[in-house]
Nanobody, 124 residues
Framework: QVQVVESGGGLVQAGGSLRLSCTAS????????MGWFRQAPGKEREGVSC????????AYEDSVKGRFTISRDNTKMRLYLQMNSLKPEDTAMYYC?????????????????WGQGTQVTVAS
């Protein structure tokens, strides 16, 4: 049984930092592209970043480039998202997801395992 669990969300002031973590069990972790998505109140869920199974290839959504860093530790089956210079518009529920697809992209249909999300709130 596959389980994906996020942690590390919270309340932070604008300009601050948070580090999200995600553990994935029940799958061959390094065989999956891993992605971070977010959904703000009243908005559709959007892709934030994704990383290849080896960790050698990474993609970011334009609004987080230079501020967020995705990484993974395959020995621990963990995915991370370091978020710096946070802005109020980064406030959202953040989801971790796993994709068996060959493609490195944050297309929701590629991802078949999802966590329950962790809330990030950035106060102005």
């Amino acid at each position: 049984q596959v389980q994906v669990v996020e942690s590390g969300g919270g309340l932070v002031q604008a300009g601050g930092s948070l580090r999200l973590s995600c553990t994935a069990s029940g799958l061959t972790f390094d065989g999956y592209v891993m992605g971070w998505f977010r959904q703000a109140p009243g908005k559709e869920r959007e892709g934030v970043s994704c990383i290849s199974g080896s960790g050698g290839s990474i993609a970011y959504e334009d609004s987080v480039k230079g501020r967020f860093t995705i990484s993974r530790d395959n020995t621990k089956m963990r995915l991370y998202l370091q978020m710096n210079s946070l802005k109020p518009e980064d406030t959202a529920m953040y989801y971790c997801a796993a994709s068996p697809s060959y493609f490195l992209r944050t297309v929701e249909a590629d991802y078949n395992y999802w966590g329950q999300g962790t809330q990030v709130t950035v106060a102005s």
